[in-house]
């Protein structure tokens, strides 16, 4: 691959998680075919090497409603999420794996490895090869920072968020959430010591 894709490579690798969260948080905020265009022709364009296709006169563009349209992206979110949570483990993540297996994402002779815009690729695939080039650059916040809110299962890359399990909306409430816990601990304990003082013999 040329110098100047290397060069290429390393400015846009500041735009692959950006661009896949983008993404993950449009599937469960209610995208429309015109935003999924949009994140395809922009974003996710200005992210990836776009590998030409070859024309092909007779494909037809084939209409898809809206309820198909939630329906790929919640499928595709549930899949990445699923992937992400186990990358939280390191050791070559399967999803890192199947990117450089299916050459969805390729290396650079800088040795990066970036994420190709294909034809005919799913976008769950997609959206897996920006993580995946992400990946190999910066492992260690995946293995280190990554978590998926337990509440509302946003993808969060941020240490203190690891330490909640909270994503940044959801950390306050997950603090009282576990204030109150306390709380009732603490109630449980003294009245427990109650009725032990009450149990003892005099
Ligand atoms: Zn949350």
């Avoid at 800088?110 to 190709?116: A, D, K, R, V, Y």
Wanted: net charge positive; with cysteine.
């Amino acid at each position: 691959m040329a110098l100047e894709q290397s060069v290429d490579a390393l400015i846009t690798s500041a735009l692959w998680r950006p661009v896949g969260l983008e993404l993950l948080r449009g599937a469960c905020g209610g995208w429309t075919a015109s935003d999924l265009a949009r994140w395809l022709l922009g974003p996710y364009q200005e992210a990836t090497l776009y590998v030409p296709r070859s024309e092909r006169k007779n494909t037809r563009a084939r209409k898809v409603d809206a309820r198909e349209v939630q329906t790929i992206l919640r499928s595709a979110r549930a899949e990445v999420v699923a992937l992400l949570r186990d990358a939280r483990w390191g050791g070559g993540p399967e999803f890192v794996r199947t990117a450089i297996r299916d050459r969805a994402i390729v290396p650079t002779s800088s040795g990066l490895w970036i994420p190709l815009d294909k034809s005919r690729m799913l976008l769950k695939d997609r959206v897996l090869a920006l993580f995946a080039a992400d990946y190999l650059l910066r492992p260690q916040d995946y293995v280190g920072d990554l978590i998926v809110c337990s509440k509302c299962e946003e993808v969060v890359f941020d240490p203190a968020a690891r330490q909640t399990g909270y994503c940044g909306a959801h950390r306050i409430s997950g603090l009282f959430g576990v204030k109150a816990k306390q709380a009732t601990l603490m109630r449980w304990q003294v009245e427990h010591a109650k009725t032990r003082m009450r149990m003892r013999p005099s």
